[in-house]
T-cell receptor
């Protein structure tokens, strides 16, 4: 049981390049989330999904897109990376949304030059 | 004003000390409350939920004061392994979690 995994672990991009971050969970969780963590800011919710085929915007969605084609996977896309998107990205999942524990992946460190 | 505010620390304490962290939240409609622990360059992990009546898990005690919108975490008999950042987390009236920026704890020998 791997829990929540994220790919890649680290990436360097040039401004304007695109990339996709992959999150996978093997716990059969309905809810999945993407956060970013910046120094002094805490984790901020980018997008989330309450089930396969559904997505919704979080607190800081601009510049990102997501897709949840399969229940176990949640993809985060950056179409045109900007230096302001340099951050650590965490994916999380939970069985439901009502106060359930969220389980986090190990994170992806992204540097945009 | 941040929705969840914490003293960033760091709190630098000797082994065996008792240390307390505080957290305030701004949304009175918040539903659930948690403390997460995050080790350096690692993902956050749930430490404990916080209940209205207060709750204890070994050396850790969490308290909630809804009237003052205040949450606390007490760690007794600190261990070196307790060194980490402690995140105060609040669930709002939907199911979204709001994270504080964390309080850093350093336990020295």
């Amino acid at each position: 049981n791997a829990g929540v995994t994220q790919t890649p672990k680290f990436r360097v991009l040039k401004t304007g390049q695109s990339m996709t971050l992959l999150c996978a969970q093997d716990m059969n969780h309905e809810y999945m989330y993407w956060y970013r963590q910046d120094p002094g800011m805490g984790l901020r919710l980018i997008h989330y999904s309450v089930g396969e085929g559904t997505t919704a915007k979080g607190e800081v969605p601009d510049g990102y897109n997501v897709s949840r084609l399969k229940k176990q996977n949640f993809l985060l896309g950056l179409e045109s990376a900007a230096p302001s998107q340099t951050s650590v990205y965490f994916c999380a999942s939970s069985y439901s949304g009502g106060g359930e524990t969220q389980y986090f992946g190990p994170g992806t460190r992204l540097l945009v030059l | 004003r941040k929705e969840v505010e914490q003293d960033p620390g760091p709190f630098n304490v000797p082994e065996g000390a008792t240390v307390a962290f505080n957290c305030t939240y701004s949304n009175s409609a918040s539903q659930s409350f948690f403390w997460y622990r995050q080790d350096c360059r690692k993902e956050p992990k749930l430490l404990m939920s916080v209940y209205s009546s207060g709750n204890e898990d070994g050396r850790f005690t969490a308290q909630l004061n809804r009237a003052s919108q205040y949450i606390s975490l007490l760690i007794r008999d600190s261990k070196l392994s307790d060194s980490a950042t402690y995140l105060c987390v609040v669930r709002d009236s939907s199911y979204k979690l709001i994270f504080g920026s964390g309080t850093r704890l350093l336990v020295r020998p």
